[in-house]
């Protein structure tokens, strides 16, 4: 049954200010760890911490990472050392490494130097890597056997580690297999393990292992390689083929919506990332969103002294231009966002090869053609209409129609190219959308249209 925010919000409040911490544990009980997340997200900014360590260290270590990333960073400066102590302690290694990573340097020092000794080296080796990285997201928590074992024995093995940590285990996928010197050489299922004989060796049992990923790798092709192969665990080794750690799938599911969400902030123009409508204050939105608004107004600076200079004369003579000059920079502009938002999605799915560059560029072209040849046939028969001046109706028709097609075909290539570009100089190719496309067509597309207005009328 869904959870009544309000009224939930208000019992805990109560709670909190009584200091009756037994009452919030007892609200919050039967509860998802997502739906208490809501819940101390709806409550009072000094009241969200005390909520939180109010609650079992297990359950407080899932509700953290459901909170938004900027009200992590508010609570995390509330915290006691203990309770960041204990929570750290709670976390698969990987979510440990990144919550260390959101402390202020000198805490994450303290907290991990009071770590139990066992989690603190599960944790260690992940700081060194990016956290945008394959050992960034990767567990070092991984069940893995000797070749020479047999089933028997590993069996053995999975139960000891129930017994003494069933956090180990909880979500076993397979039985990653190793040589003498750690290197992984296959894996098993716990399915083929359970039904084999007893004494079989596990190296004449396993399947080989045919993916593995590096730790560098950049988590955005981990997620392409699981969306490729449908994988649910994929093992992280050295350059060596020393098994590190694993990758699961709901590390992806998390990778993959932080990916999206920055390919959207840069769609619209917007650097940076962790930008919220509520918890982002004015001062980091603004600072986030002003550089590519300052590139669009200076760009419409020199779109207006261009107008003013060459083509005043031209728009006086013929106000219908002027009239439909923003359906021209409209229409070219939206062809290109949608061509560039294709792009950009068949780059970044990986669906997308160098011998399709010439089909993708002249599909885009094709169908910004139809577009602009439709668009323009109905912008030039409603300039008809407006106008007033002692036009020449052909010309004045020919003038809106090659203005509107013009645009369309630029703007196709542009939002094709621009991705493309950039995506071979190892950039983000989302970085060419919004403000920058838009801009362009502007200037290049207002220019054109008056230009051939200048001349044909």
Known sequence: MPVNVKKTVRKIDRAVRKGNWDAVRG????????????????????????????????????????????????????????????????????????????LAEDVAKKVLEAMDPEEREEVTPLLKYPQDS????????????????????????IRQI??????????????????????????????????????????TIM???????????????????????????????????????????????????????????????ITGEGLHPVHTSIYDNVRLRAPWIMLALAGELVLAIIIMQK????????????????????????VGVQTNTITVRTIAAGDFFKSQIKDL????????????????????????LLNTAEADVTRLFLVIFAGIVGATLTTSFLGVAGPLVLNRLKMDPAVSSGPFLVTFNDIFGSAFYLFLGAALL
Do not use: C
Request: net charge negative; glycine share 8%; charged share 25%.
């Open 27 to 102: 609200i919050t009980q039967s509860m998802h760890p997502s739906e208490i997340a809501s819940l101390i997200q709806a409550s009072s900014q000094k009241e969200k911490h005390l909520i939180l360590e109010a609650l079992d260290v297990e359950v407080a270590s899932e509700v953290y990472f459901q909170l938004n990333p900027e009200e992590r960073v508010s609570i995390l400066k509330l915290m006691g050392e203990t309770s960041l102590i204990a929570m750290a302690e709670e976390m698969e290694s990987d979510d440990a490494a990144d919550f260390l990573g959101e």
């Open 134 to 157: 394959a050992g960034g997201i990767m567990q070092t928590e991984v069940l893995k056997s000797p070749h020479d074992a047999t089933s028997r024995e590993t069996i053995e093995l």
């Open 162 to 203: 129930e017994e003494e940590d069933e956090d180990d285990v909880e979500d076993l996928h397979m039985v990653y297999v190793v040589n003498e010197t750690g290197r992984l050489v296959g894996r098993v299922f716990p399915l083929k393990l359970s039904t084999a004989a007893p004494d079989s060796p596990l190296w």
């Open 207 to 269: 399947d080989p292992v045919e993916i593995t990923v590096i730790p560098e790798m950049d988590q955005e092709e981990v997620a392409r390689i699981f969306r490729k192969y449908d994988e649910v665990s994929l093992p992280v080794v050295d350059n060596a083929g020393v098994l590190l750690g694993r990758i699961t799938a709901d590390d992806i599911l998390d990778v993959i919506s932080e990916e999206a969400g920055e390919d959207i902030y840069k769609l619209g123009g």
């Open 311 to 334: 083509f005043q004369t031209t728009l006086e003579n013929f106000i219908v231009l002027a009239a439909l000059l923003p359906l021209v920079m409209a229409t070219g502009g939206n």
């Open 361 to 384: 560029l002249l599909g885009e072209l094709k169908v910004g053609l139809v577009l602009g040849i439709i668009s323009g046939i109905l912008g030039s028969l409603i300039g008809l």
